[in-house]
């Protein structure tokens, strides 16, 4: 009770002394991305019921829901033109990554189907972008331990992250360009990485690297870890795979110590003109 009465009081002091209300004092104090998003995500003293339910509205709602905070705390949006930008982002972003949560969820429950057309294109179109000039003999076929498959069968290697896996791989290889020239399984250590990815979203850790990242809605497109993991890999020089296991979990120790940082950016060849950071 005295620690709730002691930043109540707090609270209005600071107000008194600012003229500002707390969430004002976050966005004007904070720079966009993770610093302003988990302060206000966290920060125990929004208390409000309109504030707490803000946090978890759909996207298309956060503009009236922002409306409506203003309102709450009698704030003029003609005298305070930017706390509706700068609040409006970080809202998006904190309903975003729930929204990416549950899509991720969403896709990795999602078992591959050999009998989906759909599912079978995407995984053809993997073989292509990285075999563009190799015709693939069948369906079955042990071509596809070229691209590091564990057999002739590709979907056995999907069972743990489902069409995730498969989506992480495409992604890498469209969007990053990544190609088979490392010394290690590709395909399967693409689904170890998007295992990893996983757990960190799952556990919130990757909240800081996508609200620096991504300007609003953080998407499947900001993984990159993959790339991230090539590079390390290139830099550690393991003598052969059988290190895979050793140069993985340093890996994992240096990304979470990343993570760690308000700051972190795992894409550090993007300016801040590329994630449109700028007076948000």
């Not at 759909?58 to 930017?82: C, F, G, H, W, Y």
């Not at 969820?105 to 995407?122: F, I, V």
């Not at 998007?194 to 953080?218: C, I, Q, R």
């Not at 059988?242 to 990304?255: P, T």
């Amino acid at each position: 009770f005295l620690g709730y009465f002691y930043l109540r009081c707090l609270k209005f002091i600071l107000r008194k002394v600012t003229g500002r209300c707390e969430l004002q004092r976050i966005c004007y104090n904070n720079k966009h991305g993770a610093r302003r998003s988990l302060k206000i995500g966290t920060t125990p003293n929004i208390s409000d019921s309109l504030l707490r339910s803000a946090l978890s509205v759909d996207s298309d709602r956060v503009e009236k829901t922002i409306d409506d905070i203003m309102a709450l705390k009698k704030i003029n949006p003609d005298t305070n033109p930017q706390l509706g930008v700068s609040l409006g982002a970080s809202l998006l972003q904190i309903v975003g990554y729930r929204a990416l949560l549950m899509q991720v969820e969403k896709l990795r429950r999602e078992a591959y189907d050999c009998e989906n057309q759909e599912h079978e294109e995407m995984l053809l179109k993997l073989w292509k972008e990285l075999r563009p000039d190799t015709p693939l003999s069948g369906r079955i076929s042990k071509q596809w331990c070229e691209i590091g498959f564990q057999g002739s069968d590709p979907k056995t290697d999907f069972r743990g992250m489902g069409l995730l896996g498969l989506h992480n791989l495409l992604n890498g290889v469209q969007i990053w360009s990544l190609s088979c020239g490392c010394r290690y399984s590709f395909a399967i250590v693409g689904i170890n990485m998007t295992e990893l990815t996983y757990s960190l979203l799952l556990s919130g850790a990757l909240k800081t690297h996508l609200y620096n990242v991504a300007p609003e809605l953080p998407g499947l497109t900001h993984f990159h870890f993959m790339k991230e993991f090539q590079r390390f890999w290139v830099e550690e020089d393991p003598s052969d795979i059988m290190e895979f296991n050793r140069v993985r979990a340093k890996f994992q120790r240096r990304i979470v110590r990343q993570l760690q940082d308000p700051d972190a950016a795992l894409c550090p060849h993007f300016s801040a003109s590329d994630l449109r950071l700028v007076n948000l």
